[in-house]
């Protein structure tokens, strides 16, 4: 018997950081994702393969049913840290895996891993809907992090996000962007470690409740946003707003000074993509400063 999942990928336009405390932040799922295929057989064994965009495998392992134990890893430190993930699934549901005599799976990106786009949080959707858990309570026991990606994951529309009480709150949203073929989705050739960047900005002296105010208003606007200007006006204070609260400068004042359009960080600053603005030279602009990675709006957000 073969069953499959399917995840998507995401991406946080608004809110980044701020969205931790509470902040309403505006997030996108993306035509990228994630799958997951399992076959059950009668080997004995749990074993797990890794396909990349391009269909080539980058990590394969096998395990033990009963421990989660490892029997082989072509990646020790990926193989701990699935194993972390299929324990704490065990602990939520504790027949997860306790009624097959063997079990094959395999993963299948649709972007690349480095991209940030949700390698992790895609899986553990997927997980988490073969387990029949909460994937939100999965992500808190593994990885942590405020939520947003497994909502984009579970959906197929852009979101409003923020945490209340301790939960999520999730609601679908269709802003009207008449200037969404202005907008375009720059890779800065690296990836942000999420947990750092977490950790950097808990350590900062900021008044939460002043940001979340303040980030939560700018995202309404965002969203109310009717001319490319206006958009442009509320990118450009969200960033000064954030660059005040982590003493950071904005990914535009270190890269991109004489750029003429908007430039806005996405997630965690510094790494992954940002969101940039047309001007008549924007494609030229970004690849002769090496960063050939450039993709529209309509390339990355889901289409409904």
């Known amino acids: 018997m073969m069953k499959s999942f399917y995840s998507n990928g995401k991406l946080l336009l608004s809110g980044e950081y701020a969205i931790l405390d509470g902040a309403e932040g505006w997030a996108i799922p993306t035509t990228f994702g994630q799958s997951l295929k399992l076959t059950e057989d009668t080997s004995g064994i749990l074993s797990w393969k890794s396909l990349d965009t391009d269909g080539n495998i980058w990590f394969k392992g096998s395990y033990d049913l009963v421990r989660f134990t490892k029997l082989s890893a072509s990646d020790e430190v990926i193989s701990k840290t699935l194993i972390h993930l299929l324990k704490q699934t065990r602990i939520l549901q504790p027949k997860f895996l306790t009624d097959t005599n063997g079990c094959a799976v395999e993963t299948e990106l649709t972007f690349p891993s480095n991209w940030g786009l949700g390698t992790s949080s895609t899986l553990i959707n997927n997980i988490a809907e073969w387990a029949k858990i909460n994937p939100y309570t999965l992500l808190k026991e593994t990885f942590g992090g405020s939520g947003y990606d497994i909502a984009c994951a579970q959906n197929n529309n852009p979101i409003v996000f923020k945490i209340k009480n301790n939960q999520p709150m999730v609601r679908e949203v269709e802003p009207k962007l008449p200037f969404s073929d202005q907008l375009y989705f720059v890779y800065l050739n690296k990836k942000k470690?999420?947990?750092?960047?977490?950790?950097?900005?808990?350590?900062?002296?900021?008044?939460?409740?002043?940001?979340?105010?303040?980030?939560?208003?700018?995202?309404?606007?965002?969203?109310?946003?009717?001319?490319?200007?206006?958009?442009?006006?509320?990118?450009?204070?969200?960033?000064?707003?954030?660059?005040?609260?982590?003493?950071?400068?904005?990914?535009?004042?270190?890269?991109?000074?004489?750029?003429?359009?908007?430039?806005?960080?996405?997630?965690?600053?510094?790494?992954?993509?940002?969101?940039?603005?047309?001007?008549?030279?924007?494609?030229?602009?970004?690849?002769?400063?090496?960063?050939?990675?450039?993709?529209?709006?309509?390339?990355?957000?889901?289409?409904?």
């Open 193 to 304: 470690n999420s947990r750092e960047a977490i950790s950097a900005y808990r350590e900062q002296p900021i008044d939460k409740v002043v940001l979340i105010k303040t980030i939560t208003e700018l995202t309404k606007k965002l969203l109310q946003a009717t001319t490319l200007n206006e958009f442009e006006s509320v990118l450009n204070l969200h960033e000064k707003t954030l660059s005040h609260a982590l003493n950071v400068p904005t990914i535009k004042e270190q890269l991109f000074p004489d750029y003429t359009g908007s430039v806005k960080s996405l997630g965690g600053w510094g790494g992954d993509f940002v969101m940039v603005t047309e001007r008549e030279n924007t494609i030229n602009y970004f690849k002769t400063k090496g960063y050939t990675t450039i993709l529209s709006y309509f390339d990355m957000v889901l289409p409904k």
